[in-house]
Nanobody, 126 residues
């Protein structure tokens, strides 16, 4: 069955960097549109970054463009999120999600994703 397991969340000081991982099992990551989402306390889940299965193109939310980079290692069947220049407002639970395979293009709206990991917490604080 499809399974996603996030890891790498931590407490980091503002301006620091962190890399999150999402290990996929039960399916071939490169054949699915997949993305990173986050949910801060008291807020709705928002799209951070995603990568399409069609051509590997990536999309980013406005608040992370230029600071975060999404990548995929097909050999390891793992999705990554490199986060640089972290800010307190980046504090959230980070989730990876995958669309069903018939939809190859990624979007930054969580209602279009069907498979989810359990999340990994990221806290940005001095």
């Amino acid at each position: 069955q499809v399974q996603l397991v996030e890891s790498g969340g931590a407490l980091v000081q503002p301006g620091g960097s962190l890399r999150l991982s999402c290990a996929a099992s039960g399916f071939t990551l490169g054949e699915y549109a997949i993305g990173w989402f986050r949910q801060a306390p008291g807020k709705e889940r928002e799209g951070v970054a995603c990568v399409s299965a069609t051509d590997g193109s990536a999309s980013y939310g406005d608040s992370v463009t230029g600071r975060f980079t999404i990548s995929r290692d097909d050999a390891k069947n793992t999705l990554y999120l490199q986060m640089d220049d972290l800010r307190p407002e980046d504090t959230a639970i980070y989730y990876c999600g995958a669309r069903v395979p018939m939809f190859k293009v990624c979007v930054l709206f969580d209602e279009f994703y069907d498979y989810w990991g359990q999340g990994t917490p990221v806290t940005i604080s001095s």
